[in-house]
């Protein structure tokens, strides 16, 4: 394999807020990706750094009375703590007010305005005569022009959910100081997104594979039809009193987030090739064969993949190679709510004493190379990684370490590679196998391809492998017998280098947790993808086991939710940010009260999936119940369902249904349902549900 030289950066946090947990799916996936290419032996730089300009900061730094360095310098500290506590390992972290930035910032509007791509406008905003500034659309409030709800911000309503603009609400006020806002006309700066150059790059750009399948279909809805042009003019400016960079040769005159803050990924990688020695051109210049790839959330695609790569092929660079664009986060099948106690801070996540590795395995479990949102549920959370993690995986080392200290001198065994369980499992990575009926592709391709919950499954299928060994040998039955101490040494060896094997596999996901394996393995450098190919050798000297993972406690979940739960009395609504760059302003999760009917964000909560029934049987002293075995593609669930009277189990095999796959878990006296199947009836039957021939296991319903 030849080395590669890649770039990769991950959306710049807002620098006026906590890092929480719907932040750190992408980081972690990001770092996920980094940390296996690194294995690989190619040459990787992750950068980010924090998105650190705008009135928000500006006005947060008023209120403390401190200047907006001093708290961009200290949020900045906190948001790389937060990061490393999740072992998320950048090459470098930074800050977008920053010289480089700057630099880039002016050079690349510079190459704009020569290539005639910048023009300028009267445009009539509300300004507020009291602090005498021009106010950001979510700094303004008021009366929804469609509904008429009263605290509406001043791009869209939350209670009917019509977008308009801040000079449509009724009754206005600034949320800043309470006056009503008079209309004030400004000049502004524009980048020229609808000008034709940057229309036809973008319509053979965006459909050039750069993108994701269903961005790429979101991308010809926002570009439209040949011959259309639905693409608007970018406002890149704003005006003093403002935090930020002024604008060359226009006093008063500031960039806008729409140009300096992405600039801020060259201005890190800017600083760390300064500091490393590293070919700043050879990444970013228009001809570079170096790869460069952006891992983002859906909700700022519209900037990074048309703003962005427009601006940057009209200023004479290269554009991305791929935009990863990932969906959102919801706690227990609901956007994250401080009432709820599901607003979760990396820090408090911390605080209460939770394993970092624990949500880092969850949410690769749960992650795709799609756009789907993933749902993170407290009590599987804790259920999956205490089977996965504790009853599967360090369990092989701790069925195995005692024997060989205790018995052998910690030394191994020589291993047969050819031996059955090292085949077995090795053809999880280096061949493809057949499992269940489904064409296994290796594990480091699901990693490259950031099919995190495949690759976790088939490292999962290896710990299986792995116990049944054990189990069939039965290595405390081994001990006892003088005669079987051979076997019971090479039995244990086996389960070692199993457990070993896995540890490289998870070093992406698990780094902490691998690097503490490599450390009871006695071995010094670390794991590379090539080292699973390969045996620990005859009489080397494992060190002495100590415990590399607890179990989850459920205790700590309730307390986590209990820190997190935010009182429900009245406050006054403060205009803030826990947003990334493109989204500065974003409202506080509150409680509102259900219509009777439900939306299709609602709907889209439900993840139905089709599923094929594996096995069905009947459930002892369950009068009503039968027992399910569910392949939904990544995985396997067991669901208990009350269709007894309808079905005869032995003709359910291999039968499609459809099944609700985020429904928490349910603990029964016959053992844990983990979904539910659908059926339809009105007391004269019932009618399970399934889906037309050509469907297949793991297939979302929407």
Same mark, same amino acid.
């Not at 700066?189 to 965006?206: A, G, P």
């Not at 790429?216 to 406002?235: I, V």
């Not at 405390?476 to 079987?484: C, F, G, I, M, T």
């Given at each position: 394999m030849s080395k590669r030289k890649i770039l990769v950066t991950s959306a710049l946090p807002y620098a006026n807020g906590s890092i929480h947990l719907g932040h750190l799916v992408e980081y972690i996936q990001t770092d996920i990706w980094v940390r296996f290419q690194k294995m690989q032996g190619h040459e990787v730089h992750y950068v980010c750094a924090d998105d650190t300009h705008g009135t928000p900061i500006m006005l947060r730094a008023e209120k403390e009375g401190i200047t907006p360095e001093a708290l961009i310098a200290r949020v900045q500290k906190e948001h790389e703590r937060d990061f490393a506590g999740f072992h998320v390992e950048f090459d470098h972290y930074y800050t977008t007010h920053s010289p480089e930035t700057r630099q880039h910032a002016e050079g690349i509007y510079t190459k704009l305005k020569t290539a005639r791509l910048i023009t300028s406008r009267a445009v009539e905003q509300f300004y507020d005569p009291v602090k005498?500034?021009?106010?950001?659309?979510?700094?303004?409030?008021?009366?929804?022009?469609?509904?008429?709800?009263?605290?509406?911000?001043?791009?869209?309503?939350?209670?009917?959910?019509?977008?308009?603009?801040?000079?449509?609400?009724?009754?206005?006020?600034?949320?800043?100081?309470?006056?009503?806002?008079?209309?004030?006309?400004?000049?502004?700066?524009?980048? #020229?997104? @609808?000008? =034709? %150059?940057?229309?036809?790059?973008?319509? $053979?750009?965006?459909?050039?594979?750069? !993108?994701? *399948? &269903?961005?790429?279909?979101?991308?010809?809805?926002?570009?439209?039809?040949?011959?259309?042009?639905?693409?608007?003019?970018?406002?890149?400016?704003?005006?003093?009193p403002y935090f930020g960079f002024e604008i060359p040769d226009a006093p008063g005159k500031y960039f806008y987030v729409w140009l300096d803050a992405p600039v801020g990924y060259m201005g890190s990688f800017r600083k760390l090739c300064d500091d490393k020695g590293i070919d700043f051109d050879e990444f970013w210049q228009k001809d570079s064969t170096a790869e460069l790839y952006h891992f983002i959330g859906k909700d700022i695609l519209y900037f990074h993949a048309l703003f962005w790569?427009?601006?940057?092929?009209?200023?004479?660079?290269?554009?991305?190679?791929?935009?990863?664009?990932?969906?959102?986060?919801?706690?227990?099948?609901? #956007?994250? @709510?401080? =009432? %709820?106690?599901?607003?979760?801070?990396? $820090?408090?996540?911390?605080?209460?004493? !939770?394993? *970092? &590795?624990?949500?880092?395995?969850?949410?690769?479990?749960?992650?795709?190379?799609?756009?789907?949102?993933?749902?993170?549920?407290?009590?599987?959370?804790?259920?999956?990684?205490?089977?996965?993690?504790?009853?599967?995986?360090?369990?092989?080392?701790?069925?195995?370490?005692?024997?060989?200290?205790?018995?052998?001198?910690?030394?191994?065994?020589?291993?047969?590679?050819?031996?059955?369980?090292?085949?077995?499992?090795?053809?999880?990575?280096?061949?493809?196998?057949?499992?269940?009926?489904?064409?296994?592709?290796?594990?480091?391709?699901?990693?490259?391809?950031?099919?995190?919950?495949?690759?976790?499954?088939?490292?999962?299928?290896?710990?299986?492998?792995?116990?049944?060994?054990?189990?069939?040998?039965?290595?405390?039955?081994?001990?006892?017998?003088?005669?079987?101490?051979?076997?019971?040494?090479?039995?244990?060896?086996?389960?070692?280098?199993?457990?070993?094997?896995?540890?490289?596999?998870?070093?992406?996901?698990?780094?902490?947790?691998?690097?503490?394996?490599?450390?009871?393995?006695?071995?010094?450098?670390?794991?590379?993808?090539?080292?699973?190919?390969?045996?620990?050798?005859?009489?080397?000297?494992?060190?002495?086991?100590?415990?590399?993972?607890?179990?989850?406690?459920?205790?700590?979940?309730?307390?986590?939710?209990?820190?997190?739960?935010?009182?429900?009395?009245?406050?006054?609504?403060?205009?803030?940010?826990?947003?990334?760059?493109?989204?500065?302003?974003?409202?506080?999760?509150?409680?509102?009260?259900?219509?009777?009917t439900i939306s299709i964000d609602d709907f889209s909560k439900i993840d139905l999936r089709v599923a094929r029934i594996v096995n069905a049987e009947q459930v002892e002293g369950a009068d009503k119940l039968l027992k399910l075995t569910l392949d939904i593609g990544t995985e396997q669930r067991t669901v208990f369902a009350g269709i007894k009277s309808a079905y005869d189990p032995e003709k359910l095999k291999g039968r499609l249904t459809v099944m609700v796959a985020n429904l928490a878990p349910r603990k029964m006296k016959f053992g844990l349902s983990e979904g539910m199947v659908l059926a339809a009836g009105d007391g004269g039957g019932l009618y399970l549900l399934g889906p037309d021939e050509g469907a297949q296991p793991g297939m979302r319903i929407k």
């Open positions: 005498q500034m021009f106010l950001p659309d979510r700094f303004i409030k008021g009366e929804c022009p469609k509904c008429g709800a009263r605290d509406q911000y001043g791009d869209n309503c939350e209670a009917c959910g019509a977008a308009y603009a801040p000079t449509d609400l009724k009754n206005p006020y600034s949320a800043v100081s309470g006056a009503i806002p008079v209309k004030k006309a400004s000049e502004h700066f524009f980048f #020229k997104l @609808s000008d =034709s %150059r940057c229309v036809d790059f973008l319509r $053979e750009w965006t459909t050039s594979g750069t !993108l994701q *399948p &269903e961005a790429a279909n979101k991308m010809r809805e926002w570009l439209g039809e040949a011959g259309e042009n639905k693409l608007s003019d970018w406002d890149i400016s704003r005006d003093a790569p427009a601006m940057l092929r009209n200023a004479g660079y290269r554009t991305p190679t791929n935009i990863y664009a990932h969906g959102f986060l919801t706690v227990n099948g609901e #956007k994250m @709510s401080k =009432s %709820r106690g599901t607003f979760i801070t990396a $820090e408090s996540y911390l605080q209460q004493g !939770l394993n *970092p &590795e624990w949500l880092r395995y969850y949410y690769a479990a749960k992650l795709n190379s799609t756009m789907e949102d993933i749902d993170l549920n407290l009590e599987d959370f804790a259920a999956r990684v205490n089977s996965d993690l504790v009853g599967k995986f360090v369990n092989i080392a701790a069925r195995c370490a005692g024997f060989i200290e205790k018995r052998f001198d910690s030394k191994l065994a020589a291993i047969n590679l050819n031996d059955e369980p090292i085949q077995k499992a090795f053809q999880y990575t280096f061949e493809n196998v057949q499992n269940q009926g489904r064409n296994s592709e290796w594990i480091g391709e699901e990693y490259n391809s950031r099919e995190y919950g495949k690759a976790v499954r088939w490292i999962m299928a290896v710990t299986n492998i792995a116990n049944q060994y054990v189990d069939q040998e039965k290595p405390w039955e081994l001990a006892k017998d003088p005669s079987q101490l051979e076997r019971l040494h090479y039995v244990c060896s086996v389960g070692i280098n199993l457990f070993r094997y896995l540890a490289i596999l998870l070093v992406p996901i698990l780094p902490a947790t691998a690097d503490r394996a490599r450390h009871f393995l006695n071995e010094l450098d670390p794991y590379t993808w090539k080292n699973a190919e390969t045996l620990l050798p005859e009489g080397h000297k494992i060190n002495s086991y100590d415990h590399l993972m607890t179990r989850v406690d459920p205790k700590q979940i309730t307390a986590l939710v209990e820190a997190s739960t935010e009182s429900l009395k009245p406050t006054t609504p403060q205009p803030h940010s826990q947003q990334r760059h493109a989204q500065h302003q974003e409202n506080v999760v509150e409680t509102t009260t259900q219509p009777a």
